[in-house]
């Protein structure tokens, strides 16, 4: 693929909660993270991702926490956003990136997944119906159900954006339901949703998990279709910008 000209305008999703800045002090017990606040306050925020976020993860970094408010029901009342790298924002919280893509193919933004007229959310498929697809798409006139899974990819190697940063066999079991759907005569989607603007291309990160590298290759030549797009992230919200290539 030598040129992907796919532009997306007016994608952006709004952060819905007041986003406090605040400087990274360390991440740890992969689902926790102290920050120093604008204000001098220690916190301690919620960290929605589950990878072990390489390249992303540095103490001393700006970042943007959600604020629930001091009455939330949640054990902790903030949620790490996004980190400053270098001149990117990248988006951490892998919660967001299924929203994002939902209401962009939603509102057409997304060409190569328009024309469906039903958009549905965590739907359970696969064997024995133990996954839930991210994103289903169906109703469409000339082209059968499609099965969108989106992968949230922070790391960056170089000028590329790599997927996974930490082994995955749950990554492999999704490309393993994608096949079988696709087997079946349905279409079938990966989806890398690039949480950072300072990237280039997506492709797989072979010398972390080399097994989610070779499935991927057989999802594709099964017929599984790899599409990526990439987001800037800002104070304000989550937008998806543009289609780059994926190097298999």
């Keep these: 693929m030598s040129s992907v000209p796919s532009v997306v305008k007016n994608s952006r999703v709004n952060f819905p909660l007041p986003i406090l800045r605040g400087t990274l002090l360390r991440r740890y017990k992969r689902f926790l993270a102290d920050v120093e606040l604008e204000s001098g306050a220690l916190v301690v925020a919620h960290c929605p991702n589950s990878g072990s976020m390489k390249t992303c993860a540095e103490p001393g970094r700006p970042v943007l926490l959600s604020d629930h408010g001091p009455g939330t029901p949640r054990k902790l009342r903030y949620t790490w956003e996004a980190i400053r790298m270098g001149r990117a924002w990248v988006g951490v919280n892998t919660l967001k990136p299924n929203r994002v893509v939902h209401e962009a193919v939603a509102a057409g933004k997304i060409p190569e997944l328009a ?13 024995r119906g133990r996954s839930r697809i991210d994103v289903l798409l169906s109703g469409h006139r000339a082209r059968p159900d499609c099965y969108v899974e989106v992968k949230n990819t922070t790391m960056r190697v170089g000028e590329g954006s790599l997927f996974p940063d930490a082994v995955t066999e749950r990554g492999r079991k999704h490309l393993e339901d994608l ?46 279709e790899p599409l990526a797009y990439q987001a800037r992230v800002t104070p304000r919200g989550i937008a998806l910008v543009r289609r780059v290539e994926v190097r298999l």
Excluded: N, Q, S, T
């Design 179 to 224: 096949a079988r759907e696709v087997r079946r005569g349905r279409r079938a989607l990966i989806f890398f949703f690039v949480g950072r603007a300072d990237c280039a291309w997506m492709g797989p990160a072979d010398a972390i998990d080399p097994a989610y590298g070779r499935a991927l290759r057989r999802a594709v030549k099964a017929g599984v």
């Design 115 to 127: 024309g469906y007229a039903e958009h549905a959310r965590e739907v359970v498929y696969g064997a």
